[in-house]
């Protein structure tokens, strides 16, 4: 999901001065940071309160969030060993590689699920109680890491089997197409992204569309759900721009072939990090249930912090 080979080699000719680094590489931390903090929150909220433990929306939705932390976590890492270290060893850069990439996967899955349980909870209410079970649900988590595990497993076997172990041994600049060099992995991953984009698309307008007709005819706040749509459709396209990043690099590097290390940069933020920093609002701090438990998680960790300060000071 990243550079081509002969783009990596080009961005090494434009590296940033030192402040330059320094900066972007503070900005992506202090980002990774705040979000992952927020996340954190969300799912110590979640786990105090059994109301939201039986309930599948809330279940799939920290299910995005604790996926959004390990991709944050591990993709900020890449960013930065990549970014200060320019090459590291071909199985260090797998390890990190291969988690980066199924929680990627993972989020616009998560969100496809997530709205046909929206469509089912609201289009068709009798069934619900059967098609959502908690048991299911979980079901369903599997069936995500099933598919986000059997596509970067596939490259990682391609992998050893195919490349020499000169190598295997050696550095590289730790990019998808650089790690997954083949080109059974490269046709494989534009079939999967292609794959991934026509059924979470297909599957979002279905859901989204007709949610927005049943509001219409229950003459229900029709505005309401058609601002709700609008928004998850904004957060779900951030998302599945990842799907598209390697086709916009190589417009923007066309048109812009001085400014590769800014495009890179603002692409990584664009689409690994925005759209984490959107879910817990589009799926949770909107949910009044869910804010309502939040505000109080956050008012007692704010009451608990004076108190200790003044035992510390007694």
């Known amino acids: ?45 979640f786990s105090k ?10 279940i799939l939705f920290i299910h995005l969030v604790f996926n959004d932390m390990n991709q944050l976590t591990t993709t900020i890492s890449l960013f930065i060993v990549t970014y200060n270290f320019r090459t590291i060893y071909v199985y260090h850069c797998c390890l990190l590689m291969v988690p980066a990439i199924m929680t990627t996967q993972n989020t616009p899955l998560n969100i496809a699920f997530i709205a046909a349980e929206c469509y089912i909870a609201v289009c068709i209410p009798l069934r619900y109680n059967n098609l959502c079970s908690v048991k299911r649900t979980y079901i369903v988590i599997g069936i995500m890491w099933t598919c986000s595990s059997f596509s970067v497993l596939l490259d990682v076997f391609i992998l050893f089997a ?39 698309w297909l599957t979002l307008f279905y859901t989204y569309f007709r949610i927005l007709f049943v509001a219409k005819a229950a003459d ?55 759209p984490r920093f959107v879910n817990p609002i589009v799926y ?31």
């Open 1 to 45: 999901m990243n550079v081509s080979s002969a783009n990596v080699t080009v961005v090494l000719q434009y590296r940033d001065s030192f402040t330059e680094a320094v900066i972007k590489n503070v900005i992506v931390l202090a980002l990774g940071i705040f979000i992952n903090y927020i996340n954190a929150s969300l799912i110590h909220t």
């Open 49 to 58: 309160h059994q109301i939201f433990k039986s309930n599948p929306r809330y």
């Open 162 to 200: 195919t490349e020499p172990l000169e190598f295997i041994n050696s550095k590289v600049m730790c990019y998808r197409e650089t790690l997954f060099r083949s080109k059974s992995s490269l046709k494989k991953r534009d079939a999967s992204h292609m794959l991934f984009l026509v059924v979470v």
């Open 220 to 274: 229900t706040d029709a505005k309401k759900a058609r601002n709700t749509l609008l928004l998850h459709g904004f957060q779900v396209l951030l998302c599945m721009t990842i799907y598209v990043q390697p086709m916009l690099q190589q417009v923007l590097s066309y048109f812009f072939p001085g400014s590769l290390s800014a495009i890179y940069f603002v692409l990584f933020i664009i689409n690994q990090i925005l």
């Open 284 to 314: 949770g701090l909107r949910d009044k249930t869910f804010r309502k438990y939040f505000k109080m998680h956050l008012l007692c960790t704010m009451n608990v912090h004076p108190k200790t300060t003044v035992m510390m000071r007694t």
